[in-house]
């Protein structure tokens, strides 16, 4: 009220004269206009809101301001409700109390970590805030609040200059506006409805109730099977989310068991990888994204063909299917079939998308059980072999890989992975936890400059596997790419070599050169090889491998060999079955004989 000061007027006497019914306001976290919509019957009688307030609303538990939670303020403050002060007073006395806040909707420290000059500045954060840190850069209240993705799908908000944490607390969390990409107002809500006097909003309750008790705020975002993956022995279960938000989306930490951030990520070309720090954020956000696959036995576009695009609406394909797809057992891959995996597993709980899919890839498949009649009726059913070499420090992708070999909609295999030269880094515990998680897999370390040739020789030597496969740790099989493996050989049990090559016009795939010096040293030079299969005996016979170096793609050699000595026993398949993330070329050098 300026004129107040240009005609010398006592502030307090003008706010309770008329200020209070003109909208003013006698502090900060006193909303007069928001204390008479609350509370009709005072603008009838002609009662000043502070007073009643001060005189009978606080003691009935009336808030003061939309974002002035007295129950949560009792709560972190016993002592409060057994002052003679009311609420309002008791905090404004103590603002200052490390830990003092009458809402759970502000983190003081979350703002003041972004908002660095406050705190220089020595500042009141919650004021700040509350006064026009909301109209400026970097101000979100809270890990789950985000500002501008708010105000994106409310424009009026920021047309009207209104604080978007109020008009959450008002008016968009009742008209199913979430405050962030990763808290859906309306998901949260469907795991509440049983319960009864929530008189608070939806993001509070989860942050003082929900996220102790193991709800989940988005259906993207499995707090169980995220705090699996991460050493959270000091980490208290709700602040998991923040874990995942500041820590785990850069370190590619999977939110959800059918959401591969690796496996996201690879369908990126590079450049654009670097631009996104958190995966499932921008498949939340992104439109465009929403067609890629979020996870190898996750085909979008095959989902989105059994419901239709009007029935998803503004959702993504995978959240749709947590939400509804999975209760209504629908398939989300063609090479999967639901009926027939319940059939086998019929106490299945499809509970936020734990259904037959994510059964079969950590259990199932461990166990030989196929996904589809059409694969256990297949009369050949040959063991593969994976071979896999690692050179530290680099286990961004290694995850990924590993898990899209667990998603094989052909299950008889087994693994070795040798990683030479690790550091802890997130890549290599998560590729640690997956071995442990499947008995297939091994996962050896060792620092010793061991030839790549030994390495496969001595893996050979333990390998029961009928096919040998060799895998780099950057490149991502598509779930189809064994079982295409093996309904070949059952045409031809004698193939030697099953070779599968990428599309032609990729620009990326050029020639074989092999170069050979005066001293018999071959170079082979290449961009991206191919996936190739390799029957052990074959290599077995020849003495296993030579003198290869550790670079990845040494089947070359093999290849070559083979086409001399047994030419017919080697077929092309000439369809993706496989993602190579590479972008230099690889040398390879072997001793001609």
């Not at 951030?261 to 990888?273: E, M, R, T, W």
Request: proline letters at 7%; one cysteine or more.
């Amino acid at each position: 009220a300026p004129d107040v000061f240009v005609k010398n007027i006592n502030p307090l006497y003008h706010y309770l004269l008329s200020g209070a019914h003109e909208g003013h306001n006698p502090c900060y976290l006193f909303s007069s206009s928001y204390y008479l919509k609350e509370n009709r019957g005072l603008v009838e009688e002609g009662i000043n809101p502070l007073l009643h307030y001060i005189s009978e609303g606080a003691v009935h538990g009336c808030r003061p301001h939309p974002i002035f939670d007295t129950q949560y303020y009792y709560h972190l403050c016993p002592d409060a409700k057994e002052s003679s002060l009311t609420p309002l007073e008791y905090f404004l006395a103590g603002a200052d109390k490390p830990q003092s806040s009458p809402t759970a909707l502000f983190d003081e420290a979350f703002y003041l970590s972004n908002r660095t000059d406050v705190d220089k500045a020595g500042l009141s954060a919650l004021p700040h805030f509350l006064e026009h840190g909301y109209i400026e850069r970097l101000s979100d209240p809270c890990p789950l609040f985000k500002r501008d993705y708010y105000c994106r799908q409310n424009p009026d908000v920021w047309e009207q200059k209104d604080n978007p944490l109020i008009h959450f607390v008002e008016k968009g969390q009742f008209a199913g506006k979430s405050p962030h990409p990763m808290f859906d107002v309306d998901f949260y809500r469907e795991q509440i409805s049983d319960q009864e006097n929530v008189y608070i909003d939806p993001l509070s309750h989860y942050i003082i109730i929900g996220a102790v008790s193991g709800l989940r705020p988005h259906a993207l975002y499995d707090p169980e099977f995220y705090l699996e993956q991460i050493d959270h022995s000091n980490l208290k279960p709700h602040l998991a989310i923040e874990h995942f938000f500041k820590i785990g989306a850069a370190e590619r930490i999977n939110p959800h068991p059918l959401f591969d951030c690796s496996y996201y990520l690879a369908q990126f070309p590079d450049g654009k990888i670097r631009d996104i720090d958190n995966s499932v954020l921008d498949y939340c956000e992104n439109v465009n994204s929403r067609k890629l696959n979020p996870h190898p036995l996750f085909d979008s576009r095959f989902y989105i063909s059994q419901v239709g695009e009007d029935e998803i609406g503004t959702q993504n394909p995978l959240e749709h299917y947590v939400r509804v797809g999975c209760r209504n057992n629908l398939s989300t891959h063609p090479g999967f079939s639901v009926d027939y995996y319940l059939g086998l597993h019929p106490d299945i709980d499809p509970a936020f998308g734990q259904g037959p899919v994510v059964h079969y890839i950590y259990e199932g498949s461990q166990n030989e059980q196929w996904p589809s009649q059409k694969v256990s009726e297949l009369e050949h059913k040959p063991k593969f072999s994976f071979f896999i070499v690692v050179d530290g420090p680099d286990f961004r992708y290694m995850p990924g890989v590993i898990l899209a070999v667990m998603s094989q909609l052909y299950p008889r295999w087994e693994m070795t992975v040798v990683v030479r030269n690790a550091d802890e880094t997130a890549g290599c515990r998560r590729a640690r936890q997956l071995a442990r998680k499947d008995r297939r897999i091994k996962f050896v370390e060792t620092n010793d400059e061991i030839p790549f040739a030994k390495l496969c020789n001595d893996a050979l030597s333990k390998f029961d596997g009928d096919h040998l496969v060799f895998l780099n740790d950057k490149t991502f099989l598509q779930p189809h790419a064994l079982l295409t493996f093996v309904e070949k050989l059952n045409e031809n049990k004698g193939l030697a070599l099953i070779h599968a090559v990428e599309a032609v016009n990729d620009p990326q795939v050029v020639p074989i050169e092999r170069i050979c010096d005066e001293q018999g040293e071959v170079t082979v030079r290449f961009f991206v090889g191919p996936l190739a299969c390799f029957k052990v005996d074959v290599i077995r016979q020849i003495g296993g491998l030579q003198s290869w170096s550790q670079s990845a793609h040494d089947e070359r050699f093999l290849i070559t060999y083979l086409e001399q000595v047994a030419p017919e026993s080697i077929i092309s398949v000439n369809e993706p079955l496989h993602h190579t993330l590479y972008s230099d070329p690889l040398h390879i050098h072997v001793r001609e004989k």
